[in-house]
């Protein structure tokens, strides 16, 4: 229950697949034909990947805007994620990262930069992507309000299943989303650390 | 006594690679620079000009000039800032720099790491610096009781913006940016670099094969008695400007 005088939070239900280049083209030319296109939507993304949350500053780099979204909870930690969200200026971008950095969450911190092009299929929006860390991939999502019964939510989800088996894609489970996550996280986190403490403050 | 530096002293986390986003350093870390000396040749450091002394005094920057202020008393903090400044003093009169170029270097060298936000890797703080700098000359040159002119401005502007980026991965802007502000640039960079020796692993100790300034050996045991000095004092509770300044003083270099 929301406190009072603040907005419901609303939930995303929110399923991915990966694939190879062919299930993209086949994706693509499927959705082009039969789903509403929503359009480009070109991304750069600050990931701050929290212990159980998920901080986003994303540059709309195709939309012209920008926004911070905390997720309440991380990939491969359910389906449903309530989320906070506002926008900002595109401006205000590098200082919105600034400010986070400064509180002291620059180490937890990955960029992406996530070519994405938007579809309504069926009742579900689907965001078709690139990133270098999740190569071809796209994410399938429907959005209630953060009161929404059990059964929306179930129906929510085989919306979505429903979607994907007609599009002829896979959709990950939560233990693969998770795995996947944990991988990147793991070798990200060694970039990192060999950053930060072979080249701890280079000699320039 | 244990010669066993503890477990939480900079040195054993470095060691470790386990440093702390803020480091601030400690009387094992100060033991273990002394223990490390090198074998330096005798030197004698004559005192900074009257016109430099003045502008060192003023190195020790305000607080509020950084980004953040858990810093001050850092390893990226204000002793670090006036011992670049003296070095670059002390480089400029080697080079035999006018007033005004000696100026605009230890200007350089007082608010070249301001704009960090933690004692690591932060890179591109030298281009934070740089934009904070030309939006606050006013304020900087007044601090340094002179006039902020346009060239003064570009010239310290470039040098901390390029004090962070090693010679070998300049971009074309920065090689046309480095062709305008070479001296400054070799000299703010060799500054910096002498005031190494307060790190806490002998492999991040001064390379004078990165650097493009004559004097920078021979100023070695002059950088590395600062820092000792000034790392003492203020262990042993004097405020980071002070305990400078009198390591300064006890080597003759302010009077």
Same mark, same amino acid.
């Given at each position: 229950m929301p406190e009072e005088g603040t907005k419901p939070l609303p939930i995303e239900i929110e399923m991915r697949a990966r694939y190879d280049k062919e299930t993209h083209d086949r994706l693509t030319a499927r959705l082009e034909g039969e789903a509403t296109d929503l359009g480009r939507d070109d991304k750069h993304i600050y990931f701050y990947v929290l212990p159980d949350k998920l901080l986003k500053v994303t540059d709309n780099t195709a939309a012209g805007t920008a926004k911070i979204t905390l997720k309440h909870s991380k990939i491969?930690?359910?389906?449903?994620f309530p989320e906070t969200e506002f926008p900002i200026a595109r401006e205000d971008v590098p200082a919105a990262v600034a400010v986070f950095n400064a509180l002291g969450f620059e180490p937890h911190m990955h960029q992406a930069d996530n070519q994405r092009h938007n579809y309504r299929f069926r009742g579900v929006e689907i965001a078709v992507k690139w990133s270098e860390a999740w190569g071809h991939h796209a994410e399938f999502e429907v959005l209630l309000d953060d009161d929404a019964s059990d059964t929306a939510r179930e129906e929510a989800a085989a919306r979505i299943s429903t979607a994907a088996q007609d599009l002829g894609v896979t959709l990950m489970t939560e233990q693969e989303l998770a795995d996947f996550t944990a991988a990147f996280e793991s070798v990200e986190q060694a970039r990192k650390d060999q950053l930060s403490f072979e080249e701890i403050e280079p000699q320039t | 006594m244990s010669t066993t530096p503890p477990a939480d002293s900079l040195v054993e986390l470095a060691a470790r690679k386990q440093l702390p986003h803020h480091q601030f350093t400690d009387h094992a870390t100060v033991r273990w620079i002394e223990a490390n000396r090198? =074998?330096?040749?005798d030197s004698v450091t004559s005192a900074l000009r009257a016109t430099s002394q003045r502008l060192v005094y003023r190195?020790?920057?305000?607080? #509020?000039?950084?980004?953040?202020?858990?810093?001050? $008393?850092? %390893? *990226?903090g204000v002793r670090h800032a006036m011992r670049t400044a003296t070095l670059a003093a002390l480089l400029a009169d080697a080079d035999d720099l006018n007033e005004d170029d000696t100026a605009t270097l230890v200007i350089a060298a007082a608010v070249h790491?301001?704009?960090? #936000? *933690? $004692?690591? $890797? =932060?890179?591109g703080h030298g281009a934070r610096a740089a934009i904070w700098l030309t939006d606050n000359a006013d304020t900087v040159w007044a601090h340094f009781h002179m006039a902020p002119t346009p060239h003064r401005i570009v010239s310290v502007a470039t040098a901390v913006r390029l004090h962070d980026v090693p010679y070998d991965v300049f971009a074309p802007d920065d090689l046309t940016d480095y062709a305008r502000t070479r001296h400054i640039t070799d000299l703010l960079k060799a500054a910096d670099a002498l $005031?190494?020796?307060?790190?806490?692993? %002998?492999?991040?100790?001064?390379?004078?094969?990165r650097i493009r300034a004559a004097a920078f050996t021979s100023l070695r045991p002059t950088a590395f008695e600062l820092v000792v000095a000034s790392e003492a004092a203020h262990l042993a509770g004097i405020d980071s400007a002070d305990a400078v300044l009198k390591a300064l003083e006890q080597r003759g270099l302010i009077t």
């Open positions: 491969g930690q359910g389906a449903a | 090198p =074998d330096f040749p190195s020790a920057i305000p607080t #509020v000039w950084m980004a953040n202020p858990q810093l001050a $008393d850092s %390893l *990226h790491d301001c704009r960090r #936000v *933690h $004692d690591k $890797d =932060d890179r $005031d190494r020796y307060r790190l806490p692993k %002998l492999s991040w100790w001064p390379d004078p094969s």
